[in-house]
């Protein structure tokens, strides 16, 4: 595969901020670790909600890409 298209993305549109999140194939982790540091802050509108949808979406797209 190419480098292009092993790039997957992640939004999230909430309170007059846009949240975009850009991972490659196989660093779900990685993000899912950035998704919980950032519902940690209290300067921001992203909470755990947001990180537990956004962490859901990474993965069914895994387990998506594992059923192929």
């Known amino acids: 595969m190419s480098e292009v298209s092993d790039?997957?993305?992640l939004s999230l549109?909430?309170?007059g901020?846009?949240?975009v999140?850009?991972?490659r194939e196989g660093e779900e982790e990685s993000l899912i670790q950035a998704l919980m540091e950032?519902?940690?802050r209290t300067d921001l509108t992203f909470d755990w909600?947001?990180?537990a949808v956004?962490?859901?979406q990474a993965n069914d797209r895994l387990l998506r890409r594992l059923d192929q």
């Open 7 to 9: 790039l997957r993305q």
């Open 13 to 15: 549109v909430k309170g």
């Open 17 to 19: 901020h846009q949240y």
């Open 21 to 23: 999140f850009r991972y």
């Open 38 to 40: 950032l519902a940690d």
């Open 49 to 51: 909600f947001d990180a």
């Open 54 to 56: 956004l962490s859901r």
